[in-house]
């Protein structure tokens, strides 16, 4: 199948022949018929399937056939975003794809001064891509009205729904004109999003390109089970050990972002950062560099997951699982882009059984697990089951307590006894590499169980024979 056989217009080819797509994607290959037909469309789409492109091709030759000239603070087809970022990369698509039309484009979102943005709308846009927020303000102060708008465009509709934005999205509806085209992409249908989509669209083209919720079949996925203490440690340990030298790294905390980020820094990598108290150009500019190269490891919290527009990224490290289990398969879409292989990683502890569990009932699959020699996780992870429960061993009957003091001596009652130190059976890190840094882990220590109280617990050493359970414990 071509480009041309689905009706797009000569310009059209053109660029997307320049961007070297050779053939539509199964999301494109139906939704761009669809939304050139006028219909509105509810399409089950994760990222990294060429959704963007499926609205936004037959979006532009929509614009181009159809409807009067954009008058001032219009618009004529409204995306609705998530984030920042995916509102730079949507944006970004639309110019690429409409390269050569005589169209305006601009993408609002906060953060950001909202003066550039209300100088640009006086003019009037084609297509303005938002963030709820944002496009309400600017509705508010009259740099926008909806009057004009044409289609409207929820991109990843289930993250909106995630981030909090129900209200903010009811308060766009009601204000947009009710004969209108409507185009609905969501990776996942939740009965909200099916309420929401029942409220909005009318007769949809249902279309269905992957099993919803499920992670692309072409993604290795593997969990590595470790105590939390031990993570940043098992981290640098898995990345110097497998020569992983590009890949988005996800850690729950901001403070846990710049710390990772700190190590790897020290052990000679490349590195940049993304979370939501960075300022926006340094978000961008943190994108661009890993987009170009100039760094190889980017770590970022969840704020980052959805808007990143990545070609060809091998490798995603979930450092920490995400609270809301569909972040997950949003987190690891970056990687297996457009047919590419790629592989996630995820470290995770005992506290993240549930976490783990959520997972594997939304992917319907049980993930592998593994242990690396010298990390075994001490606290251990609970089985789980694709089904989403977690599957507990029946309880021992308990011992009784022993004293305080004597603590220290005693062994966690059922346990077997842990190899002290984990150097004898792991390889080294690559030299230069696997360094570890000096102030207090945001990884925190795991209560312990086995541990005299006020000495540290002895977990796996680096390669130097310091302790390495957390920054707590090493030399400033
Ligand atoms: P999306 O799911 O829209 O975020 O797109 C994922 C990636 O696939 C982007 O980097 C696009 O540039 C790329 N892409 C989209 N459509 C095609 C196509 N038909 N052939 C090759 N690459 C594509």
Redesign the pocket.
């Known amino acids: 199948m071509s ?1 041309a056989s689905l009706g797009l217009i000569e310009p059209l080819l053109r660029n ?1 022949q320049d ?7 199964p ?2 290959a139906k939704a761009i018929p669809a939304v050139l037909s006028g219909k509105d469309v509810m399409a089950a ?10 609205f936004a091709l037959p979006l532009l030759q929509r614009l181009v056939q159809h409807g009067p000239a954009v008058s001032s603070n219009r618009a004529r087809v409204l995306v609705l975003v998530p984030t920042r970022e995916l509102a730079e ?1 949507v944006l970004q ?1 639309f110019v690429e794809y409409g390269k050569g039309l005589d169209l305006r484009f601009l993408a609002a979102y906060g953060g950001v001064s909202i003066n550039p943005q209300m100088m640009t709308l006086r003019k009037g846009v084609d297509v303005l891509v938002a963030t709820p927020g944002r496009l309400l303000d600017l509705n508010r102060q009259n740099a926008v009205q909806f009057d004009q708008v044409q289609t409207l465009v929820l991109d990843e509709a289930d993250r909106m729904l995630d981030l909090g934005f129900a209200r903010e999205l009811d308060a766009v509806f009601a204000a947009l004109p009710a004969q209108r085209q409507t185009l609905l992409f969501s990776a996942t249908f939740t009965d909200d999003i099916r309420e929401m989509a029942a409220g909005i669209l009318r007769a949809p083209i249902d279309i269905s390109v992957s099993q919803p919720n499920a992670t692309a079949s072409r993604i290795k996925q593997w969990v590595v089970t470790v105590d939390k203490k031990n993570k940043p440690d098992l981290f640098m340990h898995l990345v110097a050990e497998n020569h992983w030298e590009h890949a988005l790294v996800f850690v729950k905390t901001r403070i846990g972002v710049d710390y990772l980020a700190a190590m790897l820094d020290e052990a000679g990598y490349a590195v940049d950062t993304i979370h939501g108290d960075k300022p926006q150009p340094a978000r961008l500019r943190a994108l661009e560099r890993f987009k170009t190269g100039a760094v190889n490891m980017l770590v970022a919290t969840d704020v980052a997951a959805r808007g990143l ?3 060809d990224l091998p490798l995603v490290i979930n450092v920490d699982l995400p609270i809301v289990a569909q972040d997950y398969v949003h987190r690891i879409g970056r990687t297996g ?3 590419a292989s790629g592989v996630a990683v995820s470290l995770v502890c005992a506290d993240e059984a549930p976490q783990l569990a959520a997972i594997e009932a939304l992917i319907r699959q049980t993930l592998r697990r593994e242990e690396e020699p010298g990390f075994e996780a001490e606290h251990r992870v609970p089985q789980t089951s694709a089904t989403g429960e977690l599957i507990k061993k029946p309880k021992k009957p308990k011992k009784p307590k022993v004293p305080h003091a004597a603590l220290g001596a005693a062994q966690a009652p059922g346990k077997k006894p842990r190899p002290q130190g984990g150097e004898s059976k792991r390889k080294p890190a690559a030299p230069g590499k696997g360094a570890s840094l000096s102030s207090g882990s945001p990884f925190g220590a795991q209560k312990p169980r086995s541990k005299p109280a006020g000495k540290p617990a002895a977990g796996p050493r680096n390669p130097a024979g310091k302790p390495a359970g957390g920054r707590g414990k090493r030399q400033p």
């Open positions: 480009f997307v961007l070297n797509y050779q053939t539509p994607t999301v494109q789409a994760q990222t990294g399937t060429g959704k963007t492109a499926g990369q698509s527009d990545i070609d882009r457009a047919g």
